[in-house]
């Protein structure tokens, strides 16, 4: 089997009604839940700041990079009168492994003295509170209130993008017009754990460049099946483990 370096544009269902659609995608997301039982946030944290730190620091890293470093950075910081207050040097030798350590120590102070003035040093639980906080993005909002505060929220990152493309969900690019189409596709209450779902899946199988559809388990509900490896045991060895 040839390499497959750069596989096809995504499909979409041609004819597909918008209620087929609707029914597409939510069986899509059981078929996930039955693939990625354990699917869940893979940043270490016990609070919300901790969370609202690690996204920030896995910006351009891999969140196994930022478990490494977030022990003992917690340990130094408790709260978010302590990133304020902090040596920006000292944040910066601690966090150094995950690239970006200057602009990212920078913006961890920002953040503390930003819940520090703002929230007496607690993380808001409320989308447009947290999004105006410096260094913090849809993504980042939508992930902490998901997996800190219990909020339903969709986490549209590459992965997450790149996935309901291929799935002929919508053809958005913009993660702001993506988040609206999916939400108009599944039900609220499922946003949080199909984020989580979708990434696992995009991490481990439908990866950017050699996606694994021979060894799919969506692949009967997917559109693109067939733009990445097709044979089922070369499909099997593209699998990443958990
Ligand atoms: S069949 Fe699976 S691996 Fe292939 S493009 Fe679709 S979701 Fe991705």
């Known amino acids: 089997m040839p390499r497959i370096d750069a596989p096809a544009a995504p499909r979409t269902v041609a004819g597909e009604t918008p209620l087929a659609l609707l029914r597409r995608a939510r069986r899509t997301n059981r078929a996930l839940a039955v693939a990625h039982p354990d699917a869940h946030c893979e940043l270490d944290f016990t609070t919300p700041l901790e969370l ?3 996204t920030v620091l896995s910006a351009q890293t891999t969140d196994v990079r930022v478990n490494q470093v977030t022990p003992v950075l917690f340990a130094r910081y408790p ?6 207050a902090a040596d920006v040097e000292d944040i910066e030798q601690i966090i150094r492994p995950t690239g970006f350590f200057r602009a990212k120590a920078k913006s961890l102070v920002g953040l503390g003295r930003a819940l ?5 040093g607690e993380v808001p639980a409320d989308l ?4 105006a906080l410096p260094g913090v993005g849809r993504k980042t909002a939508n992930v902490v209130l998901g997996d800190a505060f219990g909020v339903p929220g969709l986490t549209v990152d590459t992965h997450f993008g790149r996935l309901v493309r291929r799935l002929g969900w919508t053809t958005e690019e913009d993660p702001v017009k993506v988040e609206t189409a999916v939400g108009e596709l599944i039900e609220k209450r499922e946003w949080t754990l199909l984020s989580h779902r979708l990434i696992f899946h995009g991490r481990r199988v439908c990866h950017s460049r050699r ?5 799919c388990a969506i692949a009967q509900l997917c559109p693109s099946a067939g733009i990445g490896e097709t044979d089922p045991a070369a499909a ?4 990443r483990p958990y």
């Open 236 to 239: 099997a060895a593209l699998v």
């Open 211 to 215: 996606p694994a559809c021979g060894a």
């Open 52 to 54: 609202l730190v690690a």
């Open 128 to 131: 447009d509170a947290l999004v």
């Open 116 to 120: 520090v003035e703002r929230h007496d």
């Open 79 to 84: 709260s978010a009168a302590d990133y304020a």
